[in-house]
């Protein structure tokens, strides 16, 4: 994977998180893992006012990002995997850590 764009991917989908860009939140998963977002956003603080990409591991076939979602008093970090697909980065796995 190329780190630069995916370091680009990773920090514009913690963006999208804060900024309520539900459209762009949604493309950043794989087609099989579109469905799984609300249970995912369900996890988060309501509202999100802060987000903060606390690590990226890029290798050659997939990352390994932990961003950390602020907000309503509480913090909770997801990390996420990320693959190319169709030349972007995307997330195909989530879970809380």
């Not at 190329?2 to 860009?21: F, I, K, N, P, Y």
């Not at 762009?24 to 087609?31: G, I, L, P, T």
């Not at 956003?41 to 690590?55: G, K, Q, W």
């Amino acid at each position: 994977m190329d780190e630069q764009q995916t370091r680009l991917a990773v920090q514009a989908h913690a963006d999208a998180v804060v900024s309520g860009d539900i459209d762009h939140v949604v493309s950043d998963f794989v087609e099989e893992m579109r469905a799984a977002v609300p249970e995912i956003a369900r996890t988060l603080p309501d509202p999100v006012s802060a987000a903060e990409v606390r690590s990226l591991e890029v290798g050659a076939d997939e990352a390994v990002a932990e961003i950390s979602y602020t907000g309503a008093g509480r913090t909770v970090t997801i990390r996420s995997r990320w693959r190319e697909v169709e030349g972007r980065p995307q997330i195909f796995a989530g879970e809380p850590v």
